[in-house]
């Protein structure tokens, strides 16, 4: 390190000392940060000339600032980690930290009632064991030995996320939790999570020798997703207040839906709350708007004292994909150029498609024509797409192709991307069939030649 004064000799004897234009500079630059320093103590209420508090006053505007420039999002949200999903394509519309592993609590009963709906009816017997008895708050107060409709377990589950009814329908599904519980992570990396791993049914605080229980945003939005696809899983979540027995009649249960978000916005289709120590408060919901369909997950959303952060992440979230996103179409299939077919036979209707060469004989290569098979479904699919976002078909097709070739035979794939991401993919196949040239059309050639 060099001091100051030895720092200004080596600059002196390289410049042969300081010019009157630097001096100069030097004093407007020093004279310009000492009034800076004055004002902002005086903005920030100091009565004398407090350079700390000044520099403080400075420094805690830098932050706003960068807040500011935000343009791309939903603006500042509480939750750790949120999602906005395309319900209808699964495509990520916004995230922050959605791809992060985190406690998700009872939204994991969105995954325990889809399986119950899937894998047993709902005039089933569910028979209560002493472990589901013994599950902590919040719970319906079941007891061991007692018996219940796993259709009225499952509004229990939903409207008022009961611990207790969670565990009994696993142990009746899965024979135990921890068969239930590989049961739901199967299901789980069917549906394409990508970094999900449930232990307990009613999302509870749990570990095994696969980890801890967790999820991320994105992958809860995804089975959320995927849930409202079951007519009688929309119509359980949308259910405001239900009231049942168990099997003998004499015991009488009533459930409210949790859910307040259902009478917030228009549109909601389903949703489902949580919270544990470690996740604090989540939420994931479904929402139709305008015919646009909306996935919004979010988990680490506030701890005790902040429960309506939820709400409000969610109704940003809304908002910046009402504001941001329109469907579209795919665009116009590309024109896709002709394949050269080498040691190719010519047609019958046209047995010199191209020019022979000096013998008489055919080219050695002909040109075959190829076309994109894109299915109906697959043509009438929407996008939820910013203004700035543009669809393109990228090809993947050989440069030639030897013969023979057969009429639909597989040639390339069509792929339609947005922003460097596939969408989908399409064969390309062959228009027509083209045989090889063989011994045998040499000798039929040379005998049609010499006697016609």
């Known amino acids: 390190m060099h001091s100051l004064g030895q720092v200004r000799v080596k600059y002196y004897k390289r410049n042969v000392g300081w010019t009157m234009k630097s001096r100069y500079r030097f004093f407007c630059f020093t004279l310009t940060f000492v009034l800076v320093l004055c004002t902002a103590a005086q903005v920030s209420g100091s009565t004398g000339t407090d350079e700390k508090k000044a520099v403080s006053s400075i420094v805690q505007m830098i932050p706003a600032a960068v807040d ?85 377990l499952l509004y229990s589950l939903m409207l008022k996320s009961h611990n207790d009814s969670a565990v009994a329908i696993a142990e009746h599904i899965g024979g135990s939790v921890e068969g239930f519980a590989e049961k739901m992570n199967e299901k789980a990396k069917e549906l394409g999570c990508k970094d999900t791993h449930f232990v307990t049914p009613n999302g509870l605080d749990g570990e095994d020798e696969g980890g801890i229980h967790h999820t991320t945003a994105r992958d809860l939005a995804l089975i959320m997703a995927y849930a409202i696809k079951n007519a009688t899983f929309v119509h359980i979540t949308q259910t405001r207040d239900y009231t049942f027995t168990d099997i003998s009649g004499k015991k009488h249960y009533s459930v409210h839906n949790t859910n307040a978000f ?95 060469d000096h013998s008489g004989y055919p080219p050695k290569q002909v040109m075959l024509k190829i076309h994109a098979v894109l299915s109906e479904k697959d043509r009438e699919k ?57 011994y045998k059309w040499y000798v039929d050639k040379v005998f049609k030649d010499y006697f016609h």
């Open 262 to 356: 259902l009478d917030m916005e228009t549109g909601v289709i389903s949703g489902k709350t949580g919270f544990t120590g470690n996740a604090g408060y989540c939420y994931v919901c479904a929402v139709r708007q305008d015919e646009r369909l909306f996935i919004v997950a979010l988990l680490g959303c506030g701890w005790p004292g902040n429960k309506n952060y939820k709400w409000s992440d969610t109704k940003k979230l809304l908002s910046y994909g009402r504001e941001n996103y329109q469907y579209m179409m795919l665009p116009e299939l590309p024109q896709l150029p002709e394949i050269p077919v080498t040691e190719a036979a010519p047609g019958k209707e046209d047995p010199y498609p191209q020019k022979s």
């Open 382 to 438: 929407r996008y939820l797409l910013k203004k700035t976002e543009t669809i393109t078909w990228e090809t993947e097709l050989p440069d030639k192709l030897p013969a023979p070739i057969q009429k639909n035979q597989k040639i390339g794939t069509l792929h339609a991307k947005l922003n460097g991401k596939e969408l989908l993919s399409c064969l390309v196949t062959a228009d027509d069939k083209i045989d090889r040239i063989t």
């Open 68 to 152: 500011m420039k935000e343009t791309d999002g939903p603006g500042n949200l509480y939750a750790l980690s949120a999602v906005l999903m395309d319900g209808d394509s699964g495509r990520v519309l916004y995230e922050k930290e959605g791809y992060t592993a985190r406690p998700n609590a009872s939204t994991t009963k969105v995954m325990t009632c889809i399986l119950a709906l899937e894998l047993a009816k709902g005039d089933d017997y569910v028979q209560v064991s002493g472990n589901a008895a013994s599950q902590p708050q919040t719970r319906l107060g079941m007891r061991e030995g007692q018996q219940f409709y796993l259709e009225d």
